[in-house]
């Protein structure tokens, strides 16, 4: 069984490794790199900076295990893609309880984030959320909160805690990963690669960061951000999507899922933006 040493990159890429089994083009979290933390710190720094490493892994890096097409920013792409939890569901990868504790997970994930990293008056704070994502710890006493100036907040039991509850989704998510692979079926590489390129397409994100890495490691001429925003539009004919160009959504889904069957090794966003900018979207 493959393990999951809790916000550390290695681990991480172990298990995108393992995601190649099933298909080379495939991953779990695209480009995850935590921030790191000395040993000797305290347990409140442990603690937020595995908050918001984990933030990072499931919003930056694999939202597209929980997300789907309509979910990202604005384009509306003729319910192509479904999240990998739900493929996970379906094929009898993950149970309902997992799909669900994951899923509770991460919304939790926002509201314990949004405490340390935002403006978070303690009226705000979604207690019901972090109890569904993280059970009965007692978040209330965080610093801003507290009743009086005695009461402290045990930071070694929060990092416990959350540790405890990421361990137990994380090898719920890795599990699921590998009754995927073990299925060896090319209706759920397809299904994987559609969940990918939603992500890779619809998030403004990737997209910018895709079409910089294209300009400054490979000295592509890429047009200016209006003229691949204008490009990217989409029109409602006849109950379809299409872009501009003239190719409908369900098409360049097709496109690219083929080129990428195709691909010897991992598909990264501004591998598959290459091919719908330069290629696919002339």
């Known amino acids: 069984m493959l393990t999951v040493d809790l916000f550390t990159n290695i681990s991480v890429n172990l298990?995108?490794?393992?995601?190649?089994?099933?298909?080379p083009t495939l991953l779990l979290a695209e480009a995850y790199h935590p921030k790191p933390v000395h040993s000797l710190a305290n347990s409140e720094l442990r603690?937020?900076?595995?908050?918001?490493?984990?933030?990072?892994?499931?919003?930056?890096?694999?939202?597209?295990?929980?997300?789907?097409?309509?979910?990202?920013?604005?384009?509306?792409?003729d319910n192509q893609t479904r999240s990998l939890l739900s493929?996970?569901?379906d094929n009898g990868a993950i149970s309902r309880n997992d799909f669900r504790n994951i899923g509770n997970y991460s919304k939790a994930l926002t509201e314990l984030r949004g405490i340390y990293c935002h403006n978070k008056p303690p009226e705000t704070i979604?207690?019901?959320?972090?109890?569904?994502?993280?059970?009965?710890?007692?978040?209330?006493?965080?610093h801003h909160?507290?009743?009086?100036?005695?009461e402290t907040f045990d930071f070694?039991?929060?990092?416990?805690?959350f540790s405890s509850v990421t361990s137990e989704i994380m090898h719920g998510l890795v599990s699921g990963i590998q009754v995927l692979i073990s299925k060896k079926d090319a209706s759920i590489i397809t299904e994987w690669h559609k969940a990918l390129i939603g992500w890779y397409l619809q998030a403004d994100e990737i997209r910018f960061r895709s079409i910089n890495t294209l300009r400054s490691v490979h000295?592509?001429?890429?047009s200016p951000r209006e003229i691949i925003d204008q490009k990217l539009k989409v029109d409602l004919r006849n109950g379809q999507h299409y872009f501009r160009c003239g190719l409908s959504v369900l098409d360049l889904f097709h496109e690219v899922v083929d080129r990428m069957d195709t691909f010897p090794s991992l598909a990264h966003p501004h591998e598959v933006w290459n091919i719908v900018l330069e290629d696919i979207l002339l």
């Open 15 to 23: 298990v995108n490794q393992t995601c190649r089994e099933l298909h």
């Open 47 to 77: 603690l937020w900076s595995a908050v918001t490493n984990m933030y990072g892994l499931f919003y930056d890096c694999m939202p597209y295990i929980f997300r789907v097409h309509n979910k990202y920013q604005y384009k509306a792409y």
């Open 87 to 89: 493929i996970m569901l």
């Open 126 to 142: 979604a207690i019901a959320k972090l109890r569904d994502g993280f059970g009965s710890f007692d978040w209330s006493l965080y």
């Open 145 to 150: 909160n507290r009743n009086s100036a005695t």
């Open 156 to 161: 070694d039991a929060a990092f416990n805690h």
């Open 219 to 222: 000295g592509r001429q890429f």
